[in-house]
């Protein structure tokens, strides 16, 4: 079976997005997908959301300089058919680094690929910074499909546009032709709230295609999850956050056809 590498990114910070990596990662996990959780981000949200801790020498930023390998970085989770690559803070200087190498778009799908060609995982999810700096920017440039996370909020459609038109413009430098828009998750959806049903109508309108169903709720529950360094499928195995991330789960196993 092929591996297929998904980024979740977005310019934006608060708008779920390390939530939704995690909780798919490990909806997917449970599915019986083998799934590796790559955190790109250097405040390392994504590992301790999985009850790892930081330790210095196991991020990409290593690989990405040309020391060691990816496959040394994997690390295991409490989760079968779940593992990552964790963050750390030494990921923060890659952001500098990157630019003054050769190639520096291209050294995350460089660092991967013996990952992708080792057929030992079915979906690689990328949690990225919020910014589209160097390190979203190589993301996207390893990815065969971007998820946004959109909060349902004012001036989401804004960041929206603005991250489709960086994926237009990798295309069209030829620096990853194949990535492909994969679909938009809208998060902290308030059934409430006349504003977050008018954004979901607003997204639906413009990429019909690519909206999923599942709208991930705004919940405690969720907010507190990454504290106790565990996904919403183990703190709260039966509330709506977890019922609401294996839809989604679903979902993307059926657009993608991960069975």
Known sequence: ?????????????????????????????????????????????ATSAVGIEKKVGKSLYGPMRGEGNAFEMITPTNYEHLAIIPSEEDLAAAEIELAQMENYLSKLRTVLEPIRKSGGYRAIIIDCPPALG????????AADFLLIT??????ALEGLGQILRNVDRLKAAHVNDALQLGGVVMTMYDSRINLAKQVV????????DKIFKTLIPR????????????????????GVGATSYRDLAKEVVTRFGLK
């Open 134 to 141: 160097m390190l979203s920017m190589n993301s996207l440039a």
């Open 201 to 208: 109508e607003e997204v639906r309108q413009h990429l019909p």
């Open 1 to 45: 079976m092929a591996t297929t590498v998904f980024t979740i990114a977005n310019q934006k910070g608060g708008v779920g997005k390390t939530t939704t990596a995690v909780n798919l990662a490990a909806a997917l996990a449970e599915k019986k997908i083998h799934t590796l959780l790559i955190d790109l981000d250097p405040q390392a949200n």
């Open 219 to 238: 919940t405690v529950r969720l907010s507190e999850a990454p504290s106790f360094g565990k996904p919403i499928l183990d703190y709260d195995p039966n």
């Open 150 to 155: 959109l909060q349902c909020e004012y001036l």
